[in-house]
């Protein structure tokens, strides 16, 4: 059994202008223990997809198509509130894109935190005392690499630095000693140079505590210093998945390929990367077949006629495409 089980998940907003297939079959298994990470371009669905295995997609809008998202055997998508919660507080930790809407201002960090932790507590039916509240919630902060703990307590939120805030919601994420810690673009509003840093962080994080790691960012550099695996997204659909080094080497989908030729290489400046033309999908109206048929220079009549299957093209490297695979 893996640890996290995704097995042709489906799901659509409803709006005014009609229904988008925001997740269209999405195929995903994380072991325990792995790094693993999501790629794509904006919009292809990495968010709409974290925010499933906690089931925190306003529903509605949102409505689930079908399929199963299993977390340690359990079922997310049919599980009672209480096991739901359980499994916020403390199954999956989650982090995301930008730490200010995720911290009150009107808070010190010292008391956001001993909320989190109480609500943990209140789950497993404990009450804390202040001081075991105080003394776990310095570690924490210790564990994040955060210098002066006892001191950071007493302040609030806009006297630290991004990178600092950051690193308080990494330090909340983990107060439930999650078994996998979900990051949803964790670096992207903060400076390179701290980015750098809190992405040295979690990978030390996920190497000392054992956790398993889901790590969605739309820069391939991130995944390639961070994760083990990398599943490729395109408009609502898994198109590779493999092994970090092999998809560098022998990416198989042309749009992975795409991908991999527009991030600029250092070593030859003069070299332009090249973007992959078209546009993506209206996802109220996609592209019948092979969602990214329009934009692919490979495309065959049966892409655009039949959605392809994700396919073992070599050992754990799976693609969905005709062309790559066959
Ligand atoms: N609450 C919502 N109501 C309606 N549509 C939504 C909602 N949330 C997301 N969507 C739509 O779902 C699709 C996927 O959005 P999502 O935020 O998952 O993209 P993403 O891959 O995370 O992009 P980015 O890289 O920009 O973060 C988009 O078309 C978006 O407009
Ligand atoms: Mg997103």
Sequence with gaps: MSLLEIEAYRLAFDGFEGTATVLDGIDLRVEEGESVG????????KSVLARSLLRL???????????????????????????????????????????????????????QMAEVLRAHAAGTGRRPEKAAIRART???????????PETLLARYPHT???????????????????????????????????QSQVLAL??????RMHLTLLLITHDLGVVGAVCRRVVVMYAGCVVEDAPVDRLFDAARHP???????????????DHRPAGIAGSIPNLRSPPAGCRFHPRCALAMPVCRERRPALVEAAPDHRVACYAATP
Excluded: H, K, W
């Design 138 to 148: 310095v570690e924490l902060l210790r564990q994040v690499q955060l210098p002066e």
């Design 255 to 269: 749009y992975t390929q795409g991908l991999l030729a527009a991030v600029p290489d250092l070593e030859r400046p």
């Design 202 to 207: 979690i990978a030390d994080l996920i190497a």
């Design 57 to 111: 997609n306003p529903m509605p809008p949102a409505r689930v198509l079908g399929g199963a998202i299993r977390f340690a055997g359990d079922d997310v998508l049919t599980m009672t509130p209480p096991a739901l919660d359980a499994l916020r507080r403390g199954g999956i930790g989650m982090v995301f894109q930008d730490p200010v809407t995720y911290l009150n201002p009107v808070f010190t960090i010292g008391q």
């Design 38 to 45: 999501i790629v794509g371009e904006t919009g292809c669905g």
């Design 160 to 194: 630290l630095s991004g990178g600092m805030r950051q690193r308080v919601l990494i330090a909340m994420a983990l107060a439930g000693e999650p078994r996998l810690l979900v990051a949803d673009e964790p670096t992207t509003a903060l400076d390179v140079t701290v």
